[in-house]
C-alpha cells in the first residue's frame, strides 16, 4: 500500500517540478492551469495539489517576479508569499514526513539562497535535505 501511494506521491511532485522548467518560456496562468488539470488525471487529493500549487507559486514570486506580479496566479496566492508561510509549511512537512518536502526543497534551494543570510538558509536547507533523502529512500523497493 505505502509503496503504491508514494508512486502517486512521487508523480504529483514531478508535476511542479515539470512546470519550473517551463516557467520562463511560458504564461504562469496557463502553467498553473496545466498543472491543476494533470493533478486531476492524477486524482490528487485537494490538499495535496494545493501545497504544490504553493510551492511552485513561491517559486515564481522569487524567480519571475515581475512576470507572476502581472498574473491571475499571483492573485490566488499573494496572501501566502512570504518566509514566514513558507518556513511554518515546511515544518509541518517535515512532522508529517509528506514526499511533497521535496519540492519544497527544491524550490528552497532554488530561490532563497540569495534572500536569507546564511545561518537561516543552512538551518533549514539541513532540515529539508535530511528529511527529504529520507522519504526518497525509505520506501524504495529493494533490489
Known amino acids: 500500500m505505502r509503496t503504491k501511494l508514494k508512486a502517486k506521491e512521487l508523480s504529483w511532485n514531478r508535476v511542479i517540478l515539470e512546470a519550473m522548467l517551463e516557467c520562463r518560456n511560458s ?25 504544490r500549487l504553493f510551492a511552485l507559486a513561491i517559486y515564481c514570486d522569487k524567480m519571475y517576479n515581475w512576470k507572476f506580479f502581472e498574473s491571475g496566479a499571483f492573485s490566488r496566492f499573494s496572501e501566502l508569499l512570504d518566509f514566514a508561510r513558507f518556513e511554518q509549511t515546511v515544518e509541518m512537512l517535515i512532522k508529517k514526513e509528506n514526499p511533497a ?16 543570510s546564511q545561518n537561516r538558509y543552512l538551518l533549514l536547507e539541513n532540515k529539508m535535505r535530511e528529511k527529504s533523502l529520507e522519504l526518497t529512500f525509505i520506501n524504495m523497493p529493494a533490489s
Open 27 to 51: 504564461d504562469i496562468d496557463e502553467i498553473f492551469q496545466i498543472c491543476e488539470e494533470k493533478f486531476m488525471e492524477l486524482e490528487a487529493p485537494e490538499k495535496e495539489m494545493a501545497l
Open 101 to 116: 518536502l521535496v519540492v519544497f526543497w527544491s524550490i528552497f534551494r532554488l530561490s532563497f539562497k540569495k534572500s536569507l
